[in-house]
């Protein structure tokens, strides 16, 4: 499991801190569904329907929507492959946790590096995700952080609820 980062640790610089925090989050995604009978991966425990690969599977997307295509502006394939056609979550079959798994450390990679070459006062660019008032970095860490600690507490339910395991 990933060492939470704890606030005396010395660190100040609030780039370097969404950094470690997104790392931290990502790291204990996985974490959490590795410990899940491979079975409950593609199980929804929950009244929404989701299933825990589903969740890495957006978190994903929403971190290339918010960085890549949001931030830098670049064009992203299929932005929204997290929405299915029944207009929630959806991975297919071929996906497994590890190619997952893959994919979500190498966007935060990409965030990362993105964080680290940027301000924390830069504007996002138009054209890509937004066509006016982009929101400036900062605002977009905030925006991702908040979905990771949101999605990370889902997963501490399910697992909960799967085999009894708590989470922080």
Do not use: K
Not at 129 to 153: K, M, N, S, W
């Amino acid at each position: 499991m990933a060492d939470f980062p704890e606030p005396q640790d010395g660190r100040t610089d609030p780039a370097e801190l969404f950094c470690v925090y997104l790392d931290y989050f990502r790291q204990t995604v996985v974490d959490r569904l590795t410990v899940l009978p491979v079975a409950s991966l593609r199980t929804s425990t929950l009244p929404s329907g989701w299933t825990p690969l589903e969740l890495v599977s957006h978190l994903v997307h929403m971190e290339r929507r918010w960085l890549v295509w949001g931030f830098l502006g670049e064009v992203v394939d299929d932005p929204w492959g997290d929405n299915g056609p029944v207009g929630r979550w959806e991975v297919d079959a071929s996906q497994a946790l590890p190619a997952l798994a893959a994919q979500l450390r190498a966007v935060g990679d990409r965030t990362t590096r993105i964080i680290r070459q940027a301000t924390l006062a830069d504007r996002a660019r138009v054209g890509g995700r937004f066509t006016d008032a982009p929101p400036t970095l900062e605002r977009i860490c905030f925006h991702v952080l908040q979905e990771y600690a949101r999605h990370v507490g889902h997963l501490d339910v399910v697992l909960e609820l799967t085999d009894g395991a708590v989470g922080e």
